[in-house]
């Protein structure tokens, strides 16, 4: 940076690590003393309805972790990260003030209420003569960096897949260097609160277990990178391991998104292309959440905003539970309920089934997952559950319908998956595993599972309900 300020505060948000940071990078190499502060933001914890959020707990860990390491970097004993519990809003112009900084530094969220929060922070910044300087650092190209000929942002995946591809150089992946002067950290940091002072319990992390921190983050990577060649192959299968589970860690920054896109690169091979095309997928959503953030509550395609969805109070709360009657819908919503995490095809699966088989509105099952998922991100949650719904970003038609059995009868072909998170059907054959209702009374005897009693029946009938989903959308006129 061109500036050079006597001191300066390095705000973490949604990047808890302490090597390939932009806006720690900058502050160190602009100012002469740098301050770090996390602020756990009442504006978002008091909306949690649960007291064990695991996302709290992975986050609190992370803070943690985070502290010692920035300790490390500063040879220091004390803590050096200042962890408030406050407003960050006003919090963060208040600790600016207090420590007398020049500018308070930070990298760049995309989120709407993130947007008006920093704006809010940078006019009382202004107020206070304080600089506010942000920076990219959570994507590869952000905001207006990947448009079409006419200056426009893509509606479409392939075709910005295919243009952010040809726009990406080395200098877009190259790391950012942390390098800390003798005392330029400071360890004036008070002891950092623990979840109980926050108001929360630990939450059950260990139902999906996580490592946390940047440590975590680079264990599941390493992990992953044994296992990227057959990426293509597995990732589809929620039985076996093939995705990266690193997407708790991009959400909340505990891996660096250039050093995962430059392995990628240099990889090379169907499996780390396949796995690149996805997190050019979490590209595309934050572009589209940054162009048009009214997608939030309405529709990408507003046309769609006049579809007449389906109040179904008692339909919704057995797909929240996992009573669909259909094996792999409930299975994944029953991972979801106990870990909260859920296999990307299975998010896809239950989506389509929740919009096209129950005929619920995509918002009520958008915000179940905001609410449930360790890894929930705006933009990725919200692009993929319109994309299901055929509301969203899609090349393919709206009468793209998933068949809950056949998707099951594909990627859980054994019923392992079911199995293990639908216990009622452990003893059921294979051959009746993915459409249970459809065994003999005496086999369902012998597997101990009659239907209506042990599992649920059917709660709609698939062909039934594709035809109501197709003439839904028929009713208001859309061809495309």
């Not at 490390?72 to 200042?82: C, G, S, T, W």
């Not at 250039?258 to 095309?277: D, F, M, P």
């Not at 293990?420 to 599972?449: G, N």
Request: charged share 25%.
């Amino acid at each position: 940076m061109s500036n050079s300020y006597k001191s300066g505060l390095v705000w973490f948000r949604r990047d808890l690590r302490a090597y390939d940071h932009a806006a720690l990078h900058h502050a160190l190499q602009a100012c002469e003393t740098v301050y770090c502060v996390f602020v756990f933001d009442k504006a978002i914890l008091d909306e949690l309805p649960s007291r064990t959020d695991r996302r709290v707990a992975f986050i609190h860990d992370s803070v943690v972790k985070l502290d010692e390491r920035l300790r490390q970097l500063a040879d220091r004993q004390m803590p050096v990260l200042h962890v408030l519990h406050d407003v960050a809003a006003d919090a963060i112009p208040r600790l600016a003030r207090a420590l007398g900084v020049e500018a308070v530094f930070a990298n760049r969220d995309y989120e709407p209420d993130a947007v008006a929060r920093d704006s809010a922070v940078s006019d009382a910044l202004a107020g206070a003569g304080i600089a506010f300087h942000d920076f990219k650092d959570q994507v590869i190209f952000e905001r207006d960096e990947v448009l079409t000929n006419k200056g426009t942002p893509y509606g479409v995946f392939t075709p910005y897949k295919r243009a952010w591809l040809q726009a990406v150089t080395p200098a877009h992946i190259e790391a950012f260097s942390i390098e800390v002067a003798p005392d330029q950290m400071p360890a004036q940091a008070p002891a950092l609160p623990s979840l109980n002072d926050l108001g929360f319990d630990a939450g059950n992390l260990d139902a999906l277990p996580i490592e946390t921190g940047a440590a975590g983050g680079e264990a599941a990577f390493e992990d992953f990178q044994a296992r990227i060649n057959r990426y293509k192959a597995l990732r589809d299968f929620p039985a076996k391991k093939g995705v990266s589970y690193l997407s708790v860690h991009l959400r909340f920054g505990t891996v660096s998104i250039r050093q995962l896109v430059s392995y990628a690169q240099a990889q090379g091979g169907e499996g780390a292309e396949t796995w690149l095309s996805e997190l050019i997928w979490r590209e595309f959503y934050q572009m589209v959440l940054w162009h048009r953030p009214d997608v939030v509550t309405k529709s990408f395609k507003p046309e769609f905003d006049a579809l007449k969805w389906d109040d179904k109070p008692e339909w919704f709360q057995a797909w929240c539970e996992g009573r669909t009657g259909y094996p792999l819908v409930d299975a994944g919503m029953r991972q979801l309920n106990e870990t909260g995490y859920m296999h990307n095809r299975l998010r896809m699966v239950v989506a389509s089934f929740l919009t096209k088989d129950l005929g619920i509105h995509w918002f009520e099952g958008e915000r179940y997952f905001a609410a449930h998922l360790n890894d929930y991100d705006l933009a990725a949650n919200n692009g993929g559950w319109q994309w299901a719904a055929s509301t969203g970003c899609d090349g393919q038609p709206w009468f793209r319908i998933f068949n809950p059995v056949t998707q099951s009868e594909r990627f859980d072909p054994e019923g392992k998956f079911i199995r293990r998170y639908v216990p009622e059907l452990t003893k059921v054959p294979d051959k009746f595993i993915h459409a249970p209702w459809t065994m003999p009374d005496e086999k369902q005897q012998d597997s101990a599972c009659v239907i209506g009693r042990d599992y649920p029946r059917p709660i709609v009938d698939h062909a039934v309900a594709r035809e109501r989903t197709l003439a839904r959308f028929k009713a208001i006129g859309s061809d495309d």
